[in-house]
């Protein structure tokens, strides 16, 4: 995703550091006091500009929801949208998910979203993709025992090279789309990947897995 440099990223995220956690380590195990009720947790990882999160907070407002993007510049833009939209029901960090068990305890969380995530396609950059085995271990930690990681992508590349590496996890394929749609499933919150992607005529893969 493309990065602008926003020189006032720093006090934007100090403003709102109650939407943008800082420490987020400080809340592992105890996000629900957070939020203030006991509702499941859904954390996306790689949110960029924040509208599935947004959009997903609206359409499931007994949701929790935690948005987790590494650029800086971009968190804030996601952000600005929660502000805009008034979602009560959403977090963000600005965090590296390769750090998500020091973030959350086993069983904390219910679902695992991965959107458009970069693909990684060097056979030397493997270990960067974010379903990677090493990535696999920490959503297995911190998901409960029914939970799900729904992957979503334009990339028929990293979703081939995801299926088998879920697949040697051991993980149980529960849905495969190849064409997402096609099937006109109106509770699917566009990403913005999947608008700007799908309107050029490309196919967008879904998957939903279980360990
Ligand atoms: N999910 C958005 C969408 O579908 O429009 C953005 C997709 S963009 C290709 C991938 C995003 O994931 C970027 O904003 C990138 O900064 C973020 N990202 C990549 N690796 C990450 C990581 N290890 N932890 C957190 N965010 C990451």
């Not at 109650?18 to 203030?36: R, V």
């Not at 297995?140 to 995801?162: A, H, M, P, W």
């Not at 051991?170 to 990403?191: F, G, P, R, W, Y």
């Amino acid at each position: 995703m493309r990065q602008r440099n926003k020189p006032w990223a720093d006090d934007f995220l100090k403003e709102n550091a109650q939407l943008i956690i800082p420490n987020p380590s400080e809340y592992k195990g105890k996000w629900s006091t957070l939020f203030g009720n006991n509702n499941p947790i859904h954390v996306e990882v790689g949110t960029g500009k924040g509208q599935f999160i947004v959009g997903m907070a609206k359409q499931y407002p007994n949701i929790n929801f935690i948005g987790i993007e590494l650029a800086k510049s971009i968190v804030v833009t996601a952000a600005q949208k929660v502000l805009e939209a008034g979602s009560s029901n959403v977090l963000l960090l600005n965090e590296n998910a390769g750090d998500l068990v020091e973030i959350f305890a086993e069983n904390e969380v219910s679902t695992i979203y991965l959107n458009f995530s970069d693909p990684w396609p060097k056979n030397r950059h493997e270990k960067r993709r974010l379903t990677y085995k090493a990535f696999l271990d920490q959503y297995k930690t911190i998901l409960k025992q029914s939970g799900q990681v729904i992957f979503k992508t334009d990339n028929r590349g990293l979703f081939e090279y995801s299926l088998v590496s879920l697949t040697d996890y051991n993980m149980k394929l529960e849905e495969v789309n190849l064409d997402l749609h096609a099937i006109q499933d109106e509770s699917n919150i566009m990403t913005e990947y999947e608008e700007r992607f799908s309107a050029k005529g490309q196919p967008i893969y879904r998957l939903k897995a279980s360990f």
